[in-house]
Nanobody, 125 residues
Framework: VQLVESGGGMVQPGGSLRLSCAAS????????MSWVRQAPGKGPEWVSA????????YYADSVKGRFTISRDNAKNTLYLQMNSLKPEDSALYYC???????????????????WGQGTQVTVSS
């Protein structure tokens, strides 16, 4: 199993970024996926989740209305479109595969069995 994030960078407040996560080594279309972020000195914070077919999406209150999660199962890729970025969005962003042992409670970061290496997002003027 391999998850490789890309698309991070430095952006000014109010700007946008699109993160990608390329998945390999498993049947991507069979797994719910999430984005989780971690700022320095803080624990992991669940950001958004998407079900296997992409028809159901979920967001943390802190990003609702600004971020959009999506997936392309033909390309084995997960995306996170981030708009209206704020300094408090600065963090290392990970994509994570949801363990098939669990259902619901996407916000539980201990229920993901594989994680990527992360891509850094910095929002600063």
């Amino acid at each position: 199993v391999q998850l490789v994030e890309s698309g991070g960078g430095m952006v000014q407040p109010g700007g946008s970024l699109r993160l990608s996560c390329a998945a390999s080594g498993f049947t991507f279309s069979s797994y719910d996926m999430s984005w989780v972020r971690q700022a320095p000195g803080k624990g992991p914070e669940w950001v958004s989740a998407i079900n296997t077919g992409g028809g159901s999406t979920y967001y943390a209150d802190s990003v609702k209305g600004r971020f959009t999660i999506s997936r392309d199962n033909a390309k084995n890729t997960l995306y996170l479109q981030m708009n209206s970025l704020k300094p408090e969005d600065s963090a290392l962003y990970y994509c994570a595969r949801r363990s098939p042992r669990y259902s619901g409670s996407y916000y539980r970061t201990d229920r993901y069995d594989y994680w990527g290496q992360g891509t850094q997002v910095t929002v600063s003027s």
